[in-house]
């Protein structure tokens, strides 16, 4: 199709009914027959038809319309249900309790354990889907201790994993957008370093930088505003079932924490190896070490006898059955996402439509990430998004900026190619269809569409200070490092002056409750 204001209606259809419903599946069903029904000339009866037959087809097998084939889905959906397998494994055993009691005796409140969650985000830097899922399956036994919600602990990986995997420059994430990088600028007769040029983005890429530091802080000060405070003081003032204190460290609890210290050691050598080796093939890395981190979580026990070989493999497989609601919704996001592709609906060409070649160059910035906010929030994608945009806003800065451009070092050019990397990620967290976004609610065990209203408020916060105190601002050649600088402190005087303690409200209403008596007696003379 021609682009048109149609082609976002699909993505509109399922955000709209996932609030509405309160039910991300049905949402993004709808969604998917909305666009399916618009390809195939209004006609909903042959939509659905190929929403089964060509769609879910095309993003597991990896069928595409040219008789290519990718499997970049199907590794990805193997590579979830792995380390499913591996959790699984790891919790039956013990290795995971243990190592949480482990966790629990250096942790003595509840800042303490959200900076830890923060900490360990940072650690897994190499793959955000790692990262999510690893770090929702560990520490949420931990945070449900420290009554710390679980829309807290989705926001604290969700908001970790995307920006330090984008930032890192071993990841999954940094030889896809370096291949970006050098493909924009090869479209306009440039011949790039794309490694070079990835590291002198980072300053630009505003929202990942400022929200690892905001996530931080919101862990450290313990304070929170918005949806997320009433969450975490409902959380706080739920009457858990407490478990009793860890003292010290058995001989038999040192044994079980090797059922899964083992996996995890293996999970991460392998993916350091295999990625250092080869960066191109890095989901092939990511699926191969995963399962051979599942296979080692699952001999493990069986070896020193914990678990018997029958109960270790009931446990593998049910772990990767744990992972099944995940990826049903993986899939449907993925199809959405290419029912407004640029070879369907092309809702990004649309929106890049608007934009026009007259503008000012130092608008691009601001520009890019605004646009690159609302084609990850409308398709669900960061990749996706990347994809699409990087390409372009390289060819329009540099037509756009002419003679006074500074070559390919241009400040104004790379903080676009910046803001097109953040605006992705941005957009990303506020959509309720992003694949990060599910897979962070199934890790941490927390309602999506909770986990989506209480992030979408600091994203938002996050979002404007990178548009308002950073895009802006750069494109008039103000210096990067100081407007950086302004946006890490605004975002921390938010905090303290919006942000407040859980039960803070219950505990202003005290000195009320005091004068009560008073009262009585008064009335009683």
Same mark, same amino acid.
């Given at each position: ?77 193997? *590579?979830?249900? *792995? ?202 890395? /990511? ?28 446990? !593998? ?80 800065? !540099? ?14 050019? /790379? ?75 605004? /975002? ?34």
């Amino acid at each position: 199709m021609e682009p048109s204001v149609l082609s976002l209606l699909p993505p509109m259809v399922a955000i709209i009914l996932a609030v509405w419903w309160r039910n991300v599946l049905p949402a993004l069903f709808a969604g998917i027959w909305t666009g399916a029904t618009l390809l195939e000339n209004g006609r909903p009866d042959l939509g659905l038809l190929r929403l089964i037959d060509t769609h879910l087809l095309e993003q597991i097998a990896g069928l595409s319309d040219d008789g290519s084939v990718d499997h970049s889905h199907l590794t990805i959906i193997l *590579f979830t249900l *792995f380390l499913g397998a591996m959790i699984g494994a790891m919790s039956a055993s013990g290795g995971s309790a243990a190592v949480v009691n482990r966790i629990a005796q250096k942790i003595k409140n509840r800042q303490q354990g959200q900076t830890l969650t923060w900490l360990t985000g940072l650690v897994v830097f190499f793959d955000d889907y790692a990262n999510t899922i690893l770090i929702g399956s560990t520490m949420r036994p931990v945070t449900d201790r420290l009554k710390i919600s679980r829309e807290k602990l989705a926001f604290l990986i969700d908001a970790t994993a995307a920006p330090v995997a984008g930032l890192a420059v071993i990841s999954t994430w940094a030889g896809f957008e370096v291949g970006l990088i050098e493909e924009g600028f090869s479209g306009i007769g440039q011949e790039v370093d794309g490694w070079q040029l990835f590291v002198e983005t980072i300053p630009y890429r505003f929202y990942p930088v400022t929200m690892l530091i905001f996530v931080a802080a919101i862990a450290w000060s313990g304070r929170d505003y918005g949806p997320m405070h009433e969450a975490e003081t409902n959380a706080v003032n739920t009457q858990n079932e407490e478990q009793p204190p860890v003292s010290g460290t058995s001989k038999t609890e040192k044994q079980l924490m090797r059922h899964a210290i083992i996996p995890l050691v293996v999970l991460l050598v392998t993916v350091a190896v295999g990625i250092s080796n080869d960066m191109n093939s890095s989901s092939i890395v /990511l699926l191969v070490a995963s399962f051979l981190a599942s296979i080692a979580a699952a001999t493990s026990p069986v070896i020193s006898k914990t678990l018997s070989l029958q109960q270790s493999t009931d446990a !593998w497989i049910a772990g990767v059955k744990s992972m099944i609601p995940a990826c049903v919704i993986l899939v449907m996001a993925w199809m959405i996402g290419a029912v407004c592709d640029e070879s369907h609906l092309n809702t990004a060409g649309f929106l890049v439509s608007t934009i026009g070649e007259t503008i000012n160059p130092a608008w691009l910035p601001g520009i890019a990430f605004l646009m690159a906010a609302g084609v990850s929030f409308a398709t669900g994608s960061s990749w996706a998004t990347m994809t699409l945009l990087i390409p372009v806003f390289t060819s329009m800065s !540099w037509k756009l900026l002419g003679s006074d451009a500074g070559g390919v070092h241009d400040p104004v050019l /790379l903080g676009t190619i910046g803001s097109v990397l953040a605006g992705a990620i941005f957009g990303d967290h506020c959509s309720p269809i992003s694949d990060t976004t599910v897979l962070s609610s199934a890790a941490s065990e927390c309602d999506h569409i909770k986990h989506v209203s209480t992030q979408f408020p600091y994203a938002l916060t996050v979002g404007g200070t990178s548009l308002f105190l950073g895009c802006l601002p750069i494109g008039y050649g103000m210096n990067v490092w100081i407007w950086l600088a302004i946006q890490v402190a605004t /975002l921390i005087a938010v905090i303290l002056f919006f942000g407040r303690h859980p039960g803070a409200k219950q505990k202003q209403l005290m000195p009320n409750v005091r004068r009560n008596p008073v009262v009585v007696i008064e009335a009683s003379e």
